[in-house]
């Protein structure tokens, strides 16, 4: 049988890191893209495309470039950036380079990669239960929540749009990780959080795409 295939942006620390070394626990053939690869990312093993930068349209052209022939069974659409905007303060080039990165990066992979898809593929937007209108009660972070917002948006029209062709998406919440984003100051290792991601990502079938989840199970509120 062949091996599966997972490809993971944002793999060079963090949840995507953790991805990386969970995936390839389960024996997938796991390749790691990112902007510039770590000690520990290379330590894993996996294979790396780095130089990849999520708001550059020829970064993601190249990456699907590297990866014409590649078959992929499953996309973790992880990289992501976190400001804090503050009503008053705001720097609007900077709420604009989390839109850029958080919202248009996944879906520029995942277009990019339509031809790549195998039968069956899963794909999985690592987005934020902050990206919730509903559950919205502290205000503030403008930016993130925006670009999370406009990213569960996306994730269910690709889910629409990609049902047909028998590849169901993953809209998911990690939970609050101890990652470098936010000072490591979660409540859930990075390790925990990508295992409950990945059963997650296991349990998705054609039926349960496009709905918001968080990693421990709980459907969330757009």
């Not at 990849?52 to 052209?61: G, Q």
């Not at 590297?66 to 009503?87: E, P, Q, Y």
């Not at 705001?90 to 031809?115: C, H, M, W, Y």
């Not at 059963?199 to 998705?204: D, I, P, S, W």
Request: glycine fraction near 10%.
């Amino acid at each position: 049988m062949q091996m599966k295939c997972a490809v993971i942006t944002g793999a060079n620390r963090g949840i995507g890191l953790a991805l990386t070394q969970e995936y390839l626990k389960s024996n997938y053939r796991v390749i790691a893209v990112c902007r510039s690869a770590s000690e520990a990312l290379s330590a894993t093993g996996a294979e790396v495309i780095s130089d990849i930068d999520m708001s550059d349209e020829k970064s993601i052209a190249l990456l699907a470039e590297r990866l014409k022939t590649v078959s992929i069974d499953v996309l973790i659409n992880n990289a992501g950036i976190l400001d804090v905007d503050t009503l008053g303060t705001i720097n609007f080039e900077a709420l604009l380079k989390q839109i850029e990165v958080n919202s248009l990066g996944p879906l520029r992979v995942t277009e990019a990669l339509l031809d790549n898809f195998s039968d069956g593929a899963k794909i999985g937007l690592i987005t934020s239960r902050m990206g919730s209108i509903s559950d919205n009660g502290s205000g503030g972070y403008y930016g993130y929540r925006m670009s999370k917002a406009a990213l569960n948006a996306a994730g269910m029209s690709l889910a629409i749009d990609l049902s047909p062709k028998g590849v169901a998406v993953a809209i998911l919440h990690p939970g609050f990780v101890q990652t470098d984003m936010v000072n490591m100051s979660g409540d859930v290792s990075a390790a925990a959080a990508a295992q409950c991601l990945i059963e997650r990502m296991n349990a998705l079938t054609l039926e349960t795409s496009g709905t918001f989840w968080h990693a421990n199970g709980e459907q969330l509120p757009w």
